[in-house]
């Protein structure tokens, strides 16, 4: 038997999460999830994930998708982060622990794999308290802009 996919996984997580809750199980709901599951984009805004997936479907409007990405931060299938002004969500399941560099300027996100963050803080013994996961937000300047800044001095 071929083992079940990451798609396949978080659909069942989906369909549970809105069994349980009585909502209702609509093709949008699922388009949407495995849009972003399929996605090479790690990290994205509602506007550029309505954009990139009305390109492909025509299906979801705008008050579909906010009300679906509700539901999907509420069954953990996905995370929202704050980052500046705008909301941006990325995958939940089956994702490393990684950091964020953050752009004060142009707001562009990139990853960070450290495992030497990974280890202290894995290794820290927090009173009292048991940790499930964690986020590290490090904001700064971006190659990028910094180069534009030096040419326009
Ligand atoms: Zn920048
Ligand atoms: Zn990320």
Redesign the pocket.
Known sequence: MQEESIIDKVKRELTDYLTNNGHRRTIERYTILQFIYESKE??FDIESLYNAINKEHHVVSKATLYNTMELLVDANLVVRHRFGNNAHY?RAYNVDT?H?LICTVCGTIK?LKDTGVKEVISAKKLPRFTMSHYSLYIYGICGKCSRKASKNK
């Open positions: 790690d990290h990325e990684h964020h990853e």
